[in-house]
C-alpha cells in the first residue's frame, strides 16, 4: 500500500508533468525569435504576444483562422452528434433483447481495442470509392461513430435510467422514440457530457486521419495545419512563435470545455460505480 505522503508526492509530480508544459507555452508565446531561443527556459523575454498574435492571423493570408474555425467544426459538431449516437447505442444494448445482442456488443468491445490509426488507411480507400476524399465529410463522418462513447453509453444507461421508468412510461401511452427522448435522455445528461467530453478531446486532437484524407489546407484542422508550419519552421525559425501561439490558442477551447461541463462530468464517471 502507498502512504499518504507517497501518494502525494506522486500526485504533485503528476501535476508539474501536466501543468510545466502549459506554463512553458504561456511564457514563450509572449517572446519574439530572439528571446524563444535566448532566454531561460521558464523566464521572461521582451513581450510580443500582441505581436505574435496578429503575426499569426495574418500568415499565409489568415489560414489559422480557418484551421481554427474547422477544429471547431469538426470537434464540437462531431462530438454532438457522435455522443448521441453512443448513448442512443449504448441504451439499445442495456435496454433492448434482441438477437445477437451480446455478440454485437462484442464487436463493438473488438472495436475499443482497435487503434484508430490502423482504420486510417481503410477509411482513406472507403472515402476514395465515395469520392469523399479531400472534403469535409472524409474527415467528419469517421468521427461520428465512437466503439469506447457506445460502451459508456451502456453503461449509463445501466446505471442512469431504471427500467421502472420506461414501463410507466409506456403504460402511459408513450413510445419507444418518444420514451428516449423525454424520458431516457435528460437521465442520461452526464453520461452524455462525459461521451461528449471524451470525444471532443479525441477528435480536437485528430492528426493521423486528416493527414491522409485531406491535401486542402483551408480544410486542415488545427493539429494538420500547426504541424505543417513546424515542419517549414526547421527551415525558417522565425516561425516558431507562430507555432508556439497557435499551439496556446489550441489548448484554450479544451481547457474551456473542461472547467464549464465539469460539474456533469465528475458525476457521469461515476456512473456505476455503486450498486
Wanted: without cysteine; proline residues 5%; aromatic residues 14%.
Amino acid at each position: 500500500m502507498v502512504g499518504r505522503p507517497a501518494a502525494n508526492v506522486i500526485v504533485l509530480i503528476a501535476a508539474l508533468y501536466t501543468l510545466l508544459p502549459v506554463l512553458w507555452l504561456l511564457l514563450a508565446a509572449t517572446k519574439n525569435t530572439t528571446a524563444l531561443f535566448g532566454s531561460k527556459l521558464f523566464s521572461f523575454g521582451q513581450f510580443s504576444l500582441w505581436h505574435n498574435l496578429a503575426a499569426l492571423f495574418s500568415q499565409d493570408g489568415g489560414v489559422y483562422g480557418h484551421w481554427y474555425l474547422n477544429s471547431l467544426l469538426y470537434a464540437v459538431l462531431g462530438a454532438g452528434l457522435g455522443s448521441l449516437i453512443s448513448v442512443s447505442a449504448g441504451y439499445a444494448f442495456d435496454k433492448y433483447a434482441f438477437r445477437g445482442k451480446e455478440k454485437a456488443f462484442g464487436l463493438v468491445l473488438v472495436g475499443v481495442m482497435v487503434p484508430q490509426t490502423v482504420l486510417a488507411l481503410p477509411l482513406y480507400l472507403v472515402a476514395s470509392s465515395v469520392h469523399l476524399v479531400n472534403t469535409f465529410w472524409a474527415v467528419f463522418v469517421p468521427v461520428l461513430f465512437n466503439p469506447f462513447g457506445v460502451y459508456l453509453g451502456r453503461v449509463f444507461a445501466a446505471g442512469y435510467v431504471p427500467g421502472e421508468v420506461l414501463e410507466a412510461s409506456r403504460m402511459d401511452g408513450a413510445g419507444e422514440i418518444r420514451t428516449f427522448l423525454r424520458v431516457a435522455l435528460p437521465m442520461l445528461g452526464p453520461g452524455f457530457v462525459t461521451v461528449f467530453l471524451f470525444q471532443l478531446t479525441a477528435i480536437w486532437n485528430n492528426f493521423f486521419l486528416p493527414m491522409v484524407m485531406l491535401s486542402n489546407q483551408n480544410l486542415y484542422p488545427l493539429s494538420l495545419g500547426l504541424f505543417t508550419w513546424n515542419s517549414q519552421a526547421t527551415v525558417t525559425p522565425d516561425d516558431y512563435p507562430l507555432v508556439v501561439t497557435g499551439s496556446l490558442l489550441a489548448v484554450v477551447p479544451l481547457i474551456a470545455a473542461f472547467v464549464l461541463l465539469q460539474r456533469f462530468w465528475r458525476s457521469g464517471i461515476t456512473a456505476g460505480s455503486v450498486k
